[in-house]
């Protein structure tokens, strides 16, 4: 049964507790600096929809400024370091030229 004052949220292998800032994931506790946790919600509020640059900028960092979005890619790697298995994306996905979705993992047919 869930809490339903439980704000957690799940993809996968992945559980982020918003408001402690805290992520499981394969089995390992990880605390999440505020910009982290914020990006990482804001891919999980909108799981299988392909977010561009612009509009992940303008919700985690509060800029219209796109230029360089060198801050938005090193997060980006630092999120897929702690939830990540493997070294491949499973989770957090590139689109060339547009920006980032997370999808849940496609059960391994066998």
Request: proline share 5%; hydrophobic share 35%; glycine share 8%.
């Amino acid at each position: 049964m869930t809490d339903p004052n439980d704000s957690a949220l799940t993809c996968g292998h992945i559980r982020l507790g918003p408001e402690e800032r805290t992520l499981s994931a394969a089995g390992r506790r990880h605390h999440l600096t505020p910009k982290e946790c914020q990006l990482l919600e804001t891919l999980l509020r909108h799981e299988g929809q392909v977010l561009t640059r612009q509009f992940i900028m303008k919700e985690v960092w509060q800029t219209d400024y796109i230029a360089d979005t060198r801050t938005l890619e090193v997060h980006v790697h630092w999120l897929r370091e702690k939830i990540e298995m493997g070294g491949q994306p499973r989770l957090i996905f590139t689109v060339r030229s547009v920006g980032y979705v997370l999808r849940a993992p496609r059960p391994e047919i066998g």
